[in-house]
């Protein structure tokens, strides 16, 4: 199950990529066209907007899946072990049910109110801009699942480590470099 998850993690990072260059490339095209050309593309604008909503969620997807995303540990990273766990897969039962109901179901239900209301300057309609909810949607849940398994069995802490910040963190430790 984890060489699944690292596929579908790489998948979702590689689309990340390919979308933020698309934005930039929009982005760039549509600051030529009105600073240089003095006439501004008519499309550029609506498409950087969609590649936005679409490189969060997929973003989002991503982060998550590679266990990066934000988190308030503090207190449960004190308790004993088997306490962190507890609290980790509490955790991981919330983002599971958030991603299944808010996400898939509500995403789902959002594009298809907006599957027929035409954008403006693309030959799409809203509702392509929405479907990417529930996909992040799901693979939010997907990556929750095998998070959750994973910390159950004991293969994966229940709070990933932090890693170091290469600056130093106290006036002793400046002192020292």
């Not at 490189?55 to 449960?76: K, N, T, W, Y």
């Not at 991981?92 to 996400?103: E, N």
């Not at 997907?142 to 130093?168: C, M, Q, R, T």
């Amino acid at each position: 199950m984890q060489a699944v998850k690292n596929v579908v993690s790489r998948v979702f990072g590689w689309a990340s990529v390919i979308i933020f260059a698309v934005l930039v490339c929009t982005t760039v095209w549509q600051v030529f066209t009105r600073q240089v050309l003095n006439s501004p593309s008519t499309w550029s604008e609506e498409f950087a907007k969609i590649c936005f909503v679409w490189l969060s969620f997929l973003g989002a997807a991503f982060v998550f899946g590679e266990r990066g995303h934000i988190a308030v540990d503090f207190l449960a990273r004190q308790a004993p072990l088997g306490i962190q766990r507890v609290f980790a897969s509490l955790v991981q039962v919330a983002i599971l049910i958030f991603a299944a109901l808010g996400m898939v179901w509500g995403g789902i239900r959002a594009a298809s109110i907006a599957w027929n209301q035409n954008l403006t300057a693309l030959p799409f309609t809203i509702g392509w801009v929405y479907i990417v909810i529930p996909i992040a949607g799901i693979a939010i849940a997907f990556f929750s699942v095998i998070d959750l398994i994973n910390v159950l069995k004991g293969d994966e802490p229940p709070y990933p480590d932090i890693d170091e910040a290469d600056e130093p963190r106290g006036l002793e430790e400046a002192q020292e470099a």
